[in-house]
């Protein structure tokens, strides 16, 4: 089946640092992947939508000069959180399609970030 | 507005059948889906509906009413590991997924 890998799984960074969050597509091609934040016991939330080779699309309220998104090639987007804050803490999860805009999302396992 | 209304938690016993009700308001429809999602880890695709039915896989099944804006979802021989939280997402006719905030289910021995 689909496989979707996220790396690191976990981080700790004291803030004002930034950090690099990579989401790859293993057996599949994804033009578009997406980004999520899961805060404890609240349910998934768009943060923004990556297109390879073209700019992301944010979901209102995501500032996308802190949460740079690259997609720069059919199997890799990054996300960077830069000047990280406390607040940032939260569950960042990535995913993808292998078929069409009806077809399940495939997610990677997810990076919990904490930032101290 | 778009929204996804299901139960925040709910208990049951092992061996047992839950039914996790989801109502859904969309603008425009495109299909339910239901994902499983253990405690610290991404979410699993469990089931699809676009039309109205019950559509079953192994011990999961789960079902849609379309005139109801209705779809729940059914685990049967409930097991310990089905301890999770299930979320039901709604598709609209953007094709954006609207995401309930998922029912937290407790299997109890």
């Known amino acids: 089946g689909a496989v979707v890998s996220q790396h690191p799984s976990w981080v700790i960074c004291k803030s004002g640092t930034s950090v690099k969050i990579e989401c790859r597509s293993l057996d599949f091609q994804a033009t578009t992947m997406f980004w999520y934040r899961q805060f404890p016991k609240q349910s998934l939330m768009l943060m923004a939508t990556s297109n390879e080779g073209s700019k992301a699309t944010y979901e209102q309220g995501v500032e996308k000069d802190k949460f740079l998104i690259n997609h720069a090639s059919l199997t890799l987007s990054t996300l960077t959180v830069t000047s990280a804050h406390p607040e940032d803490s939260s569950f960042y999860i990535c995913?993808?399609?292998?078929?069409?805009?009806?077809?399940?999302?495939?997610f990677g396992n997810g990076t919990r970030l904490t930032v101290t | 507005g778009q929204n996804i209304d299901q139960p925040t938690e709910m208990t049951a016993t092992e061996g047992a059948i839950v039914q996790i009700n989801c109502t859904y308001q969309t603008s425009g429809f495109n299909g339910l889906f239901w994902y499983q999602q253990h405690a610290g880890e991404a979410p699993t695709f469990l089931s699809y509906?676009?039309l109205d039915g019950l559509e079953e896989k192994g011990r999961f099944s789960s079902f849609l009413s379309r005139s109801k804006g209705y779809s729940y979802l059914l685990l049967k021989e409930l097991q310990m590991k089905d301890s999770a939280s299930y979320l039901c997402a709604g598709l609209d006719s953007n094709y954006q997924l609207i995401w309930g905030a998922g029912t937290k289910l407790i299997i109890k021995p």
């Open positions: 995913s993808a399609r292998t078929g069409g805009e009806n077809s399940p999302l495939h």
């Open positions: 509906n676009v």
